[in-house]
């Protein structure tokens, strides 16, 4: 009787699922669940299923005590949670099928008619989504899954198809593909669960997570989320693991300054043995000149401002690895323009060892060097805020300073200037521009406003004329054009000009405002039209030649030009008698000028 009642029972639950909404579902459990203490058919439950029993004893112990609501874990039932789990790996699978092949979503072209090449960073970007969801999971289904290697394999699944792909798309001699941060940390929180029950965790953990990272050609986990991991490990654990890498009797190596795993043992080092974090510091200073700043500090701590300097001296040699193994200090060169292209990281650390140069310096009796730290810290945080820079100048600025501070001053108004410039110039081949004059003026108003005003005059009324020295200066007289006062009204009045010859160049946003506020205040605005009559009477001399055209591209060609017959048809007809002259045999030249319904003759 008993029997046949639960299987009765058990096919009007079927047939409620396929008959009713799962909201329709939903509505009537609410009815049941408010008009009967399920409680009392928890047996029953746990005797058709113990998993769902579990789970309506939370929800229904949870309902009843609203404090605990959004404190409890995970209240699906094991069997949802895994049905979630197999989904997310049939996303993950999808995925993966796409990698290997030459037609797949993962071999991409930057041109039509370029062989396409792997692209990993799509593929890492794709996949984070679903390792963010697992994440969630992990704890819950390991148990279950019971597979220790199962994010290896996964891994394993990723390297074996980058290697399939045809051998002439080069994708096994590139480099890895590497997984971005949430499929790092599933990778290594799985890795942990398994490690987890053993007698030394930390120790298992750490040779299992070398073996993993030593395993594959081309996929790598994210190395500042496999350190980052390990950091975030309870502190037990995180001391256990220093003592083994301590011991040596492993094979990571740690003198490598640009592996992960010296990047730990020196977090655990600064954490749990502060007399050998500071011996690294210094074994490993002139590799890594983020290891200065300890030092550096220590020694102040001891008011030993020599060796502070010392270590100022060696962080900063570091720093510039390249300099020509020649002593750098603040007052021989602006820092600014020293520091290779590619470092752009760390600059707040930069300009605070300057700050505190200024001071040891200060403490050792040498006010030319202090004053020039101060001023190349500010320069180098914040080099394009002219006003922060020239504050910094007028106070550093004193008659035991100021011939230390003037060469500075001179190469930073140069790298302003080259970075004001529409293309790649090297700060020290630029020496006499409106944006020096500009900076002088702005240093001193009251006394320069005037001066910058003649300066300015005076180079207009010479490019007007001086048909060379446009050609050589042009580029500095657009960026005037664009950065002077109510220069909008350009951009209404000839929007092909304004677009054309008047680009808006690289500068960020401090520098052009920089400029900008400097122009209002020497009230330059009046010089908008002497500009506009510059172009009216010198634009034709520097539109380019239809003859250098790649490949019969004569857009650009064709832009100029109506930027020119905007500003003067008069000069406009003498290039296109020119151009009939010289081109007249050039088709789509003349095409894409009647494209912009140009009058051509």
């Known amino acids: 009787?008993?029997?046949?009642?639960?299987?009765?029972?058990?096919?009007?639950?079927?047939?409620?699922?396929?008959?009713?909404?799962?909201?329709?579902?939903?509505?009537?459990?609410?009815?049941?669940?408010?008009?009967?203490?399920?409680?009392?058919?928890?047996?029953?439950?746990?005797?058709?299923d113990p998993d769902m029993a579990t789970t309506v004893k939370k929800i229904l112990a949870t309902d009843q005590d609203s404090a605990s609501r959004g404190k409890t874990g995970r209240l699906t039932s094991l069997q949802r949670t895994m049905e979630h789990w197999f989904s997310l790996w049939r996303n993950y699978d999808g995925i993966i099928s796409e990698v290997g092949d030459e037609e797949g979503k993962y071999a991409v072209r930057d041109h039509h008619w370029e062989e396409p090449y792997f692209d990993g960073g799509s593929l890492a970007l794709d996949l984070e989504p679903i390792a963010e969801d697992m994440l969630t999971l992990m704890e819950d289904v390991y148990d279950e899954v019971d597979d220790p290697d199962l994010f290896l394999k996964a891994l394993e699944e990723i390297d074996d198809q980058i290697g399939s792909?045809?051998?002439?798309?080069?994708?096994?001699?590139?480099?890895?593909?590497?997984?971005?941060?949430?499929?790092?940390?599933?990778?290594?929180?799985?890795?942990?669960?398994?490690?987890?029950?053993?007698?030394?965790?930390?120790?298992?953990?750490?040779?299992?997570?070398?073996?993993?990272?030593?395993?594959?050609?081309?996929?790598?986990?994210?190395?500042?989320?496999?350190?980052?991991?390990?950091?975030?490990?309870?502190?037990?654990?995180?001391?256990?693991?220093?003592?083994?890498?301590?011991?040596?009797?492993?094979?990571?190596?740690?003198?490598?300054?640009?592996?992960?795993?010296?990047h730990l043992n020196h977090n655990y080092e600064e954490r749990f043995d502060a007399g050998n974090y500071l011996e690294s510091c210094r074994k490993y200073l002139d590799k890594n000149w983020r290891y200065g700043r300890p030092l550096v500090d220590e020694a102040l701590k001891q008011n030993d401002f020599q060796k502070a300097e010392s270590f100022l001296v060696k962080t900063f040699s570091s720093y510039l690895e390249g300099h020509g193994g020649e002593r750098w200090c603040p007052e021989a060169s602006l820092l600014l323009i020293e520091k290779s292209s590619f470092v752009n990281k760390g600059d707040e650390e930069i300009a605070s060892l300057l700050t505190s140069w200024a001071?040891?310096?200060?403490?050792?009796?040498?006010?030319?060097?202090?004053?020039?730290?101060?001023?190349?810290?500010?320069?180098?945080?914040?080099?394009?805020?002219?006003?922060?820079?020239?504050?910094?100048?007028?106070?550093?600025?004193?008659?035991?300073?100021?011939?230390?501070?003037?060469?500075?001053?001179?190469?930073?108004?140069?790298?302003?200037?080259?970075?004001?410039y529409p293309y790649y110039m090297d700060s020290r081949k630029v020496a006499d521009t409106w944006i020096h004059w500009l900076i002088d003026a702005i240093l001193d108003v009251k006394q320069d406003k005037e001066w910058f005003s003649n300066k300015l005059a005076e180079w207009l009324s010479d490019l007007k004329d001086n048909t060379k020295a446009v050609k050589k200066q042009w580029r500095w007289l657009a960026l005037l054009t664009r950065d002077l006062p109510q220069s909008?009204?350009?951009?209404?009045?000839?929007?092909?000009?304004?677009?054309?010859?008047l680009p808006e160049g690289d500068s960020r946003g401090d520098l052009t405002a920089s400029r900008r506020k400097g122009l209002r205040e020497m009230k330059a605005g009046?010089?908008?039209?002497?500009?506009?009559?510059?172009?009216?009477?010198?634009?034709?001399?520097?539109?380019?030649?239809?003859?250098?055209?790649?490949?019969?591209?004569?857009?650009?060609?064709?832009r100029w030009a109506q930027a020119l017959f905007e500003?003067?048809?008069?000069?406009?007809?003498?290039?296109?008698?020119?151009?009939?002259?010289?081109?007249?045999?050039?088709?789509?030249?003349?095409?894409?000028?009647?494209?912009?319904?140009?009058?051509?003759?």
Not at 12 to 30: N, V
Not at 173 to 192: A, D, F, I, M, Y
Not at 570 to 576: H, K, N, R
């Open 567 to 601: 500003l003067n048809r008069d000069e406009y007809s003498v290039l296109i008698s020119h151009w009939r002259k010289k081109h007249d045999r050039r088709r789509n030249l003349w095409r894409d000028m009647k494209a912009r319904h140009l009058p051509v003759g």
């Open 359 to 420: 001071d040891v310096a200060k403490r050792l009796n040498h006010p030319g060097r202090s004053a020039a730290a101060a001023l190349q810290a500010v320069a180098f945080h914040t080099p394009e805020n002219w006003n922060t820079v020239l504050k910094a100048y007028r106070s550093l600025s004193k008659p035991d300073t100021q011939g230390t501070l003037a060469p500075l001053f001179v190469q930073w108004k140069n790298e302003m200037a080259a970075r004001s």
């Open 488 to 501: 909008e009204k350009i951009k209404v009045k000839h929007p092909s000009f304004w677009e054309t010859v």
């Open 1 to 48: 009787m008993g029997r046949e009642m639960r299987k009765r029972k058990y096919s009007i639950g079927q047939i409620l699922m396929k008959s009713l909404t799962s909201e329709q579902i939903a509505g009537l459990l609410t009815v049941v669940s408010a008009s009967t203490d399920l409680n009392i058919y928890m047996e029953k439950f746990d005797k058709i």
């Open 526 to 558: 009046l010089y908008l039209k002497t500009a506009l009559e510059v172009w009216q009477e010198q634009l034709r001399r520097i539109v380019p030649d239809p003859a250098n055209a790649h490949k019969s591209n004569y857009e650009e060609y064709a």
């Open 165 to 262: 792909y045809p051998e002439w798309m080069g994708a096994d001699h590139g480099e890895p593909c590497v997984v971005e941060e949430k499929l790092t940390q599933c990778v290594l929180k799985w890795l942990w669960l398994s490690s987890h029950p053993e007698r030394n965790p930390g120790q298992i953990f750490a040779e299992k997570a070398f073996d993993l990272e030593n395993a594959f050609e081309m996929v790598a986990l994210d190395e500042n989320e496999f350190t980052g991991f390990f950091i975030r490990l309870p502190d037990g654990v995180c001391r256990e693991i220093y003592e083994f890498l301590k011991e040596g009797d492993h094979h990571m190596n740690l003198d490598n300054t640009y592996s992960a795993w010296h």
